[in-house]
C-alpha cells in the first residue's frame, strides 16, 4: 500500500556555494512536512577546489571526467565538506539529518562506466563521434538504490542526505551526477511511497529565456523536450537535468518539479518553478 508520501529533493552546486540562499532553502527543506530524502551536488565547489590545487575540470556532456586525482577531490568535498557541513546544519534546524555516501549501508552501488562514444549534447561539434574516458563516473541501473535500507531510516525517524559519491561494492568509489542520484532515489522509492521529485537550483524553474526569470514554463510535457532542445530553450546542464526528470515520471514517480531553492515554501500552495507532465 503506497499511502505515504515522500519528498525526494535535489539541491545543486551554485544554491550550496550562496550561504544565504543555502540557509533559507534548509529553513524550507526543514519545515517541510511528511517523509523526505535530501541529494546535493556540489560541482561548482569541487571544480574551485580542484582549480585552486591545479587540477582543470574537464565535462562531457554535463559529466565530470574523473580521474584518481578528481576523484580524490570530489570524494573530500562531496562526502565530507559539503555532506557534514549540510547535515550540522539541518540538525542545527531540528531536522535529525544522516549524511550517507553510496557506500555508507550500501545504499546506492554503481557501475563503473565503460568508455563512451558522445553522440548529442554539448558535441554536435569537435567531440561528436569521439571516445571518451569517463574515469571513476559510475552509471546507476534500476537495482543500484537500497529502497529497504532508506526506508529503514526513515522509520527510524532520520531524513537521509545522500551526496554524490557511490561505490561498485568491490572497494572503488564512483562520482555519479547528482541529478540521476537524486531521479533514481525517486523511483526505487516509489515501489514504497507515493514520491514527488524536486530539482532545485538558482532560477525560477525552466526558462523560456534563460536569462529571464519571469519567463518561467509552468509546465512540459515529455513530447515537448526534443523541440525545447531543438529550438536551443534549454542548454548545457538543464539537458541531463530534463532526461533525469521525465525518466523518473516515466518510472513510477508521481510528480516532479523544477524551481528555485529559496522558494520551495511555494510547492505547497502549487506555484513552485515548473511541473514535469507525462
Ligand atoms: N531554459 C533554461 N531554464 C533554466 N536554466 C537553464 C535553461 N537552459 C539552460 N539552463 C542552465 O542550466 C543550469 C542548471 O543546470 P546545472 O548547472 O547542471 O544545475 P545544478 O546547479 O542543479 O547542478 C542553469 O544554471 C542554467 O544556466
Ligand atoms: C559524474 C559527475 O558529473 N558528477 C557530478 C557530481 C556532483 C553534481 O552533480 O553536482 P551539481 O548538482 O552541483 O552539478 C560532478 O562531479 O560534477
Redesign the pocket.
Known sequence: MKNKQLTII?I???V?DNSENLHQFLLDFTALPGDKILV?????I?TELGESLGIEAK?VE???I?DIETLRI?TMV?AGLINKNMVAQLQAKGSNAIGLSGADGNVIKATKRPLKTVTHGAAPGPLAGAVID?GF?GDLDENSVSSTTLDSLLKAGFVPVLC?ITHDGDTQLL?????TIASSVAVAMSGLYETRLVYCFEKKGVLKDVNDDASVVREIRADEFEGLKADGTVQG?MIPKLHNAFEAIKKGVSAVYIGKADELAELAEGTFGTKMLK
Open positions: 535535489k545543486g552546486g551554485n550550496i546535493h551536488g556540489g560541482g561548482k569541487a565535462m554535463g559529466r565530470r574523473t570530489v562531496y569517463y563516473v554524490a562520482n555519479t551526477n547528482a541529478d546542464g
